[in-house]
């Protein structure tokens, strides 16, 4: 069955700080899509990066990166250099071949602190 | 750039009442998904339309229908409502079956629902 786990209900930071966000996905695919979304406070979901299964490489966008492994079944998020305004409910997600429909992890909370 | 509306963002309804949330998704996009997420929750996966036929369905629930018209433009109805479908619907639209496709899902703001 798909499963999407975010381990880390909340996470609290000063700014400038690094973090990274842990995603641990289960699936029996072999192809399959992962995702991360932001979610600030006014409550919209804003798309940060889609990956698919077969494209292992790390991406980096300006402070944020990700680290695809398969072999831990993880993508990991990482922002460099917190600031206040990261502050946000990020989710993991996960869809399989054959579907368009997100399974989402439980979410992580981020809070920067000035 | 336009982005997906909803309305009502904001709705009030007491038990049993009937609820119809609208989604207007981004112009050319021809993918309405909706998605229920409730008060510190994950957002749930409820059904999506491509092309004005429903393409896939999650855990919505039997009061709830919903579809997309000729403009692309989709309404979920929810009738006898209870309390726990208090949440948040968001609608997110795409292009060319989405996810499997050009990957990117877009969010409209949401409705909240709140049931009395």
């Known amino acids: 069955a798909q499963k999407v786990t975010q381990a880390q209900t909340e996470i609290s930071v000063v700014e400038k700080e690094d973090v990274t966000l842990d995603c641990v996905y289960e699936t029996r695919d072999t192809t399959y899509y992962l995702f991360w979304y932001k979610q600030p406070p006014s409550g919209e979901l804003v798309f940060l990066i889609r990956r698919n299964s077969f494209d292992e490489q790390n991406e980096i966008s300006g402070r944020y990166s990700w680290n695809f492994q398969k072999s831990t079944s993880s993508f990991n998020f990482t922002i460099t250099a917190s600031q206040v305004v990261d502050s946000a409910v990020y989710f993991c997600a996960l869809s399989e071949e054959w579907t368009d429909k997100l399974i989402f992890g439980t979410g992580t909370r981020l809070q920067v602190f000035p | 750039a336009a982005g997906v509306i909803q309305s009502p963002r904001h709705l009030i309804k007491e038990k049993r009442e009937t609820a119809t949330l609208k989604c207007y998704p981004i112009p050319r996009h021809d993918t309405v998904y909706w998605y229920q997420q409730g008060p510190g929750q994950d957002p749930q996966f409820l059904i999506s339309?491509?092309?004005?036929?429903?393409?896939d369905k999650g855990s919505i629930p039997d009061r709830f229908s919903a579809q997309q018209f000729s403009d692309y433009h989709s309404e979920l109805n929810m009738s006898s409502l209870e309390l726990g479908d208090s949440a948040l619907y968001f609608c997110?639209?795409?292009?060319?079956?989405?996810?499997?496709?050009?990957?990117?899902?877009?969010f409209g703001e949401g409705s909240r629902l709140t049931v009395l």
């Open positions: 339309f491509y092309e004005k036929m429903q393409s």
């Open positions: 997110a639209s795409s292009l060319q079956g989405g996810v499997l496709n050009t990957g990117e899902l877009f």
